[in-house]
């Protein structure tokens, strides 16, 4: 046993702190699988963990970070082996368990994918949970019977790391994207990506009427609150709205109009606990249908000592496209 660099995160009676430090990897939690890090990356997630803005952190000391790219060292899990290159998002990874801004973590291998063929380590992790997420709501969406024919799909907070790679997987189907953004400087960026028509994010920001006029008959909504109802409320008769983050706050101040005089589904998306069957499903098919162009496009990297300051950023809406952290 030995120590190695790992951003921690504890509480007192002061206040969170956030340090880079050694960690003695005889703390690390059960598992039957010990993975070097190689790489993770930064969603707005880990940015409230990191800034305290929100109880993402559910035990302390807590070592943050909910996505990992990197190679198994030891195993006693049937499926995995020494030297394997694997991939984990979520399972409570830097909320409840030791996450992965840590040079090793110890996870139970059931929570593991082995990385998709055609990705590699890096390219995983500049997907990580808000591509995944993004894939997750478009699977969500086709199975409610939506297809580009129908009409435009929307998607709010557009130059985020979710909404870049949404706007991507959209037009890559066929879809005629609507993004929404309070970055009206990001236009070029967000064309470049597919979206063939952008809206500033105050058309939304307002008090919801209980319906509105008809845009859209799909859409993911990454910000929440008065956007979701704004959205909602300018859904097409039969659409659907995938609901994946909570930017703009957790309420949800709308009335039961678009649901019961349109039809509208609103469609919870969880990446966290997501079972394995739809989870290999997810990677599979962003393996296949992502376009790993644009996916550099949106990806810039980061040292793991610079992750405090990226946290900062991302949840002050700074932050465009993918972060991915260098750990190793």
């Not at 063929?117 to 699977?139: C, D, E, K, N, P």
């Not at 009409?151 to 949404?166: E, K, R, Y």
């Not at 609507?178 to 064309?191: C, F, M």
Request: with cysteine; aromatic share 6%.
């Amino acid at each position: 046993m030995g120590t190695f660099k790992a951003i921690v995160i504890d509480r007192s009676e002061a206040g969170q702190t956030v340090e880079r430090r050694d960690f003695d990897e005889a703390d690390l939690m059960e598992g039957d699988v010990v993975v070097r890090v190689v790489y993770s990356t930064l969603n707005y997630k880990d940015g409230l963990a990191l800034t305290g803005k929100a109880p993402v952190v559910r035990r302390f000391p807590m070592i943050p970070g909910v996505d990992l790219a990197g190679t198994v060292e030891h195993s006693a899990h049937p499926e995995f082996k020494p030297g394997d290159s694997v991939v984990l998002n979520g399972w409570g990874l830097g909320e409840t368990h030791l996450g992965a801004y840590a040079q090793k973590v110890r996870v139970r291998g059931d929570w593991l994918i082995h990385l998709p063929r055609g990705l590699s380590l890096f390219q995983s992790m500049a997907i990580g949970t808000a591509g995944y997420t993004a894939m997750l709501s478009v699977m969500a969406i086709e199975r409610h019977g939506l297809r580009c024919q129908k009409g435009p799909a929307i998607v709010t907070g557009a130059a985020g790391g979710v909404g870049s790679v949404a706007i991507a997987l959209l037009a890559r189907a066929g879809w005629h994207v609507v993004a929404s953004t309070g970055r009206p400087q990001e236009a070029d960026y967000l064309r470049l990506l597919g979206a063939s028509e952008i809206i500033e994010r105050s058309e939304l920001a307002g008090p919801a009427r209980p319906l509105g006029k008809e845009r859209w008959c799909a859409g993911i909504d990454t910000v929440g609150s008065h956007t979701l109802a704004n959205v909602l409320s300018m859904t097409k008769y039969g659409g659907a709205i995938a609901a994946c983050g909570l930017a703009g706050g957790m309420a949800l101040p709308t009335s039961v109009a678009p649901f019961i005089l349109r039809g509208v589904s609103l469609l919870g998306i969880d990446s966290v606990m997501t079972p394995r069957a739809l989870r290999l499903e997810a990677w599979s098919r962003l393996a296949r249908e992502l376009d790993l162009a644009k996916l550099e496009t949106m990806t810039t990297s980061i040292p793991l000592d610079q992750v405090m300051e990226a946290g900062r950023a991302i949840v002050e809406g700074k932050v465009r496209g993918r972060i991915v952290v260098e750990i190793d």
